[in-house]
């Protein structure tokens, strides 16, 4: 089944577009089954999980961290997480940074953005980031790197809701590439779509998407 549907997902979009399996509660025989296919980028929103897991899978695997993060779990994934998706406030991305600086690598980051309607989603305000992008602190700091911007739609069957939340989501995009890394070719990642809306996401300029019950089934 979870061969047909990566297919069936992956036909759906265009190459350009990253598909990141989400694999959350699902054990690791599903994870290996979407591997032998060749996917490679999975996410996990629990820390616990995601360290049991890529203790046990195979190493070349690229850890995409997609859930809210709290701080004092940063040390536990920084040394192999491949990008950090849900950067949503200023201690978090300082603890990604000191954290990083101790096992010597630099971790790519998104900035997750709160472009749902639902007060229970996190993220920052465009004000926030302007504010953040342009503090001396932030750019002081040499272990992070900041490669695009990640966000959640309502959950709603408004298809225009969920259109108008992308499109403000790539809007915000443009306008830090045009302000702040014009000539950072690493900003560069638009992360958002889930099952029920990559389709509208990939329109409205998203270049990876996150997901789950299309892929492994329901949870
Ligand atoms: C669970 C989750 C997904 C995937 O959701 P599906 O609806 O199962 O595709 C994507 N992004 C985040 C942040 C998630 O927590």
Not at 29 to 34: D, K, L, N, T
Not at 94 to 116: G, N, S, T, Y
């Amino acid at each position: 089944m979870i061969e047909e549907n990566l297919i069936r997902v992956k036909a759906s979009i265009p190459e350009y577009v990253t598909l990141v399996a989400v694999s959350k509660t699902h054990p690791n025989q599903a994870i290996e089954e979407a591997y032998q296919c060749g996917q490679r980028d999975f996410g996990e929103n629990k820390v616990q999980e995601l360290l049991e897991k890529a203790n046990e899978l195979p190493t070349d695997i690229r850890w995409h961290m997609i859930g809210h993060l709290q701080t004092n779990k940063v040390k536990f994934i920084v040394p192999f997480v491949h990008l950090i998706h849900g950067v949503d406030s200023w201690k978090l991305l300082k603890e990604i940074d000191k954290q990083a600086a101790k096992v010597k690598r630099v971790i790519p980051c998104l900035i997750q953005f709160h472009i749902a309607k639902e007060e229970t989603k996190f993220g920052f305000s465009m004000d926030e980031v302007n504010e953040l992008l342009q503090s001396p602190d932030f750019q002081s700091l040499d272990s992070v790197q900041i490669n695009g911007v990640m966000g959640m739609a309502t959950f709603t069957s408004n298809e225009r809701t969920i259109r108008n939340e992308f499109n403000t989501l790539k809007k915000y995009f443009e306008q830090l590439k045009n302000s702040f890394f014009k000539n950072d070719a690493h900003f560069s990642i638009l992360s958002f779509g889930m099952s029920n809306d990559y389709q509208i996401a990939v329109e409205e300029g998203s270049n990876m998407i996150r997901v789950g019950s299309s892929i492994f089934g329901s949870r």
